[in-house]
């Protein structure tokens, strides 16, 4: 089945220091989705990707999509406390009658002050 | 815009016994879904109903979890007899529609937190 894989799972950065998780995914995706899910609150949706290569910005969050199709990234630029949680990205795979979106295990960010 | 809603938000139950959980959805969203997310993972669906129909249920432990989505909007998931790695939180979301890409964001509710013991 469809494997989405997360990296790193950890990530400890110093306020003001920037912030990538990478997402790779076994099979070549239709879209691939972000979530942030705050320490005991549920995942927040933060943006959807489609197009090969596309790369979207929100603030200081930018999201690019491979232009295979496979993988994803998310980078923040200059973190703030505010930004901590884990960040999930969850693909849905090609094909007819794939709605199953499969997430990674996630990459749980930690900002110093 | 209430969000999803869900119930009861934590549960402790021996091993053996039976638990069910609950969801309302967003108002007007034809697809509902149910994730199981054991502590340090990323959700992994259970369920998807669009409407009151089963459009993906091929993770869902048959033998001991059921679901249904009856007249189309609330949902209950059980778990009958429950097993100590069923321990999790229960995460119910709900979208427009699940087979339209510009219109599938999902809403996640509040989750349920399962302790089995």
């Known amino acids: 089945g469809q494997q989405v894989m997360q990296i790193p799972q950890y990530q400890h950065v110093q306020e003001g220091e920037d912030f990538t998780t990478y997402c790779n995914s076994s099979?070549?995706?239709?879209?691939i989705q972000w979530y942030k899910q705050r320490p005991g609150g549920h995942p927040v949706f933060l943006i959807q990707?489609?197009?090969?290569?596309e790369v979207k910005k929100q603030k200081r969050l930018t999201f690019q999509f491979g232009e295979a199709k496979k993988n994803s990234s998310l980078h923040i630029t200059a973190t703030q406390t505010t930004d901590v949680g884990t960040y999930f990205c969850a693909g849905r795979s090609t094909g007819a009658g794939s709605y199953q979106l499969t997430f990674g295990k996630g990459t749980k960010l930690s900002v110093i002050p | 815009e209430a969000g999803v809603a869900q119930s009861p938000r934590y549960k402790i139950i021996e091993k053996r016994q039976s638990v069910a959980f609950w969801c309302n959805p967003i108002?007007?969203?034809?697809?509902l879904y149910w994730y199981q997310q054991i502590l340090g993972q990323g959700p992994k669906l259970l369920i998807q109903f669009q409407n009151n129909g089963v459009v993906d249920d091929s993770q869902l432990p048959k033998d001991r979890f059921s679901a249904e989505r009856l007249k189309g909007v609330d949902s209950t998931l059980k778990i009958q007899p429950a097993k100590l790695e069923d321990s999790a939180v229960y995460l119910c979301a709900s979208s427009v529609t699940g087979t339209s890409f510009s219109a599938d964001t999902q809403y996640f509710g509040p989750g349920t937190r399962l302790t089995v013991l």
């Open positions: 099979t070549t995706l239709s879209n």
């Open positions: 990707l489609v197009k090969s290569g």
């Open positions: 108002s007007g969203h034809a697809t």
